[in-house]
């Protein structure tokens, strides 16, 4: 049996250690609260950590510029407090037990630690070796740096031509990088599908793989995805390079500050695209691009949706953190016409996962724009372009009050796939293809 060598391909010299850098919680209320935040940013004073819907935004902010970022947040009337003290040693500490997290044998996947897109793909063509009857590989599209963005679909009796006809369902994960839990739920939600966890459902799967066709796709954004294990774990964009800051170069030809790279995948689709959320700083964690689906991998991704709209019956996202079920739409807060269906299927889902997890890590039902709007998600596109109702981001694990966001431990890897696996069947449940 071949192992992978997974500890050698971790290049543990993080060019951006984070060391000292503190996690401040910013109460935000408006839109307006954003902006100035997202100023404060293009002033390099702080980085967007993490946008909540719950009215309040995280902010990374290093030692150096700790006391001007508090001052400044002061003076334009948005109160903050320290939320974690250093996250460079919550980075040290994940990276430690990466290192000694064991060599995973070819084509085999864990849910005790995180791995690399390689692992997941290798565990992709396994399951396909092993389920050839029900499942399949499907190449999206190729990222910027070359990567091949892969999915996995997934059907009863997949090699006959009716297979392509039934209803389709798609799943996708891992569009911010730093995210890291979200291919790793998707990659337990595959396995559960095909029967190798969650072998108690085994009937319902195949209720399932009788009636649809589900694509799951667990990382769209390999290349962000592999930045944050070599180099950056906190990277959240692409990684196309998108220009020179504020597009001014020196008289030599290079960049007069410095060169940006990449776009937020989510805020680079075409609902609303540009408008709110976002900045024209090319370096923001949230600039959207230069214009809707100039990202490979956005763009990939958009165009097999397109093509397969006819069957599309449910498209889910999933992100972390937060704890939340998020409804159409979020470039406003004015209720979608269907909102009432969207609060059902949301109730659903909620109570699926408190009942699955014993109420130990509830979840929050909410439409998408909370208390301030954000333009360019890819559930809106999906909803408001393709006119599909039935299309929700989730945002998993830890909840709003945890410290350590991102860097989410891996023994909560399995427990928060587990009960995202019941919230998925609530979710397939509920969803009007299923309630006509």
Request: with cysteine; aromatic share 10%; hydrophobic share 35%.
């Amino acid at each position: 049996m071949r192992l992978q060598k997974s500890l050698c391909r971790f290049t543990f010299l993080y060019k951006f250690n984070r060391n000292k850098h503190q996690i401040v919680r910013v109460d935000v209320g408006s839109e307006a609260n954003l902006q100035s935040i997202l100023s404060l940013e293009s002033d390099e004073l702080l980085e967007v950590f993490s946008e909540s819907r719950l009215g309040y935004v995280d902010v990374l902010v290093s030692p150096k510029n700790l006391a001007k970022c508090q001052k400044s947040l002061h003076s334009i009337g948005l109160r903050s407090v320290e939320r974690v003290d250093d996250v460079g040693a919550q980075i040290l500490q994940e990276k430690a037990a990466l290192l000694s997290a064991a060599p995973m044998a070819d084509g085999s996947y864990s849910y005790d630690s995180y791995h690399r897109y390689d692992v997941m793909i290798s565990h992709l063509e396994s399951l396909v070796a092993s389920h050839s009857s029900e499942a399949e590989i499907v190449d999206v599209g190729t990222s910027y740096e070359g990567r091949t963005i892969k999915a996995i679909r997934m059907t009863a009796d997949i090699s006959s031509d009716e297979s392509d006809d039934k209803p389709m369902i798609w799943l996708d994960g891992g569009i911010h990088a730093r995210e890291w839990v979200s291919p790793a739920t998707m990659m337990y939600i595959i396995d559960s599908i095909l029967g190798e966890q969650e072998t108690d459902k085994s009937d319902k799967m195949g209720e399932l793989l009788a009636k649809f066709q589900i694509v799951v796709a667990p990382c769209i954004n390999p290349d962000g995805y592999e930045y944050t294990h070599t180099t950056d774990r906190l990277w959240r964009k692409t990684r196309k390079p998108s220009g020179c800051r504020w597009g001014k170069k020196n008289w030599f030809g290079g960049c007069f500050y410095r060169m940006c790279y990449g776009a937020d995948p989510n805020r680079n689709w075409a609902a609303d695209w540009g408008n709110s959320g976002v900045s024209d700083d090319r370096c923001s964690l949230v600039y959207p691009g230069k214009e809707p689906f100039d990202q490979e991998n956005t763009k990939a991704v958009k165009t097999y949706l397109e093509n397969h709209s006819d069957k599309l019956k449910l498209y889910a996202t999933y992100h972390s953190y937060s704890q939340l079920f998020l409804t159409p739409v979020g470039y406003t807060t004015t209720k979608p016409e269907n909102w009432e269906h969207h609060k059902k299927v949301g109730d659903a889902v909620v109570a699926a996962i408190a009942q699955r997890n014993k109420g130990t890590a509830p979840y929050i039902a909410m439409q998408s724009a909370g208390l301030y709007p954000a333009s360019g998600d890819s559930a809106d596109w999906v909803h408001d372009v393709l006119g599909l109702t039935d299309s929700y981001t989730f945002e998993l694990r830890p909840d709003g009050n945890s410290n350590v966001g991102f860097e989410l431990p891996a023994d909560q890897i399995l427990p928060t796939a587990q009960e995202n696996v019941d919230g998925l069947l609530a979710l397939i449940d509920n969803i009007e293809y299923n309630n006509i």
